[in-house]
């Protein structure tokens, strides 16, 4: 077992947790923005995970010490992929909500919100909570076994 | 020093094994005189001798490794190494074992 | 106990263990400057130090002495974001993991080098305790 290589996954399966949680919060403080006439106004984003092969993965993700830790002649034939994140726009229609007496009211008395789904936000980020809590589960599992690798033939000395 | 420093403290001649061999780490194949002196008891006690040798540079090259970064197999390791312990101290005993009988050998009176 | 190969171990270890520390050195840095603006995550270059001496180990079976020499672990810039064309960041998780991988390398070097040296003892004293 090699343990470097164990913390190096858990780390990246984290990283994508956290960026999801990111996003989410990021949605829910921007959902009650008015979009303008003629500005954009806010685009909630959303979180794609992608499977890459190690060696291809930015170095936020670890992944490239991962792949500069792989011994060839040991592991021929074992392609770790690691989760990369990519954020991008989530391409949601805006909401428009009656409000007349709104001075960014439009001509029919429309203001426009972000369509930014507060349910779905929250789901999305307790999703990523237990998720997070499995990859932490999984590294401490990972450095107890080193750990008791180590007491092999005797706890101390 | 491994093996040397029991041969350093061990009188006793076991067949001329303490006299033609080098007890060189780098080179663990004993150059004992080839079988002239050596009786079989003697050949049984090189070969274990061998072996406790081997298995300490085994366990010195898996440090290195560890040292140099190479943490493949931890577990491998400390299972080497702790076979290494208790074969380097069944050879301790049986060396102290052998110094005490001859030491009652030379004890008797003619 | 000075020449052969428990001295190479000895020291291959040293300075290995010299490493782990800094790196947990550079580690609590980089942890308590996550969010500072214009901070360079730092990280420790030791084991690419010892390409040559891995490769000549996997063809000799051991470390040759020569091959240490020199070897030194130093702080340095953490680079490997600026090829990506990214600022440089702290990011968290990452450096969590480096942290109990790290203690768990430098566990693992200890109890690595007190066998070692029981074993020598073990030795010396004449296998009594």
Known sequence: MDYSRSFAISAAGMAVERARVEVASLNLANANTIQTEGTAGFQPLRVLALAMPANLAMPGAFANQVDAGLNEAALSGWNITLPQVAIEPSGAQPRAVYEPTNPFANAKGFVTYPGVDTATEMISMMGALRSYEANVAAMNTARALALKALDIGGASS | ?110 | MTEGIEAITTAALGLALDAASLRQQAIASNIANADTVGYEPLSVNFETQLEEARFAMQSQGRLDATSLAGVVPRLEIDRSYRSFGLSPKVLLDVEVAHMAQNAVHYQALIRGLSRHFAIMSSAVSDGKK
């Open chain 2, 1 to 110: 020093m491994t093996a040397e420093a029991i041969m350093a403290v061990a009188p006793v001649q076991i067949g001329g094994v303490a006299d033609g061999a080098s007890m060189d780490a780098a080179s663990p194949a004993l150059t004992a005189q080839p079988g002239s002196a050596l009786g079989p008891f003697g050949r049984m006690v090189s070969q274990g001798l061998d072996a406790v040798n081997h298995d300490l540079v085994v366990s010195q090259t898996d440090l290195q490794e560890l040292a140099t970064g190479n943490v493949q197999n931890l577990h491998q390791i400390m299972i080497r190494m702790e076979e290494t312990r208790l074969s380097f101290q069944l050879f301790m005993q049986v060396r102290n074992r052998l110094l005490e009988a001859y030491q009652d050998i030379m004890k008797m009176q003619v």
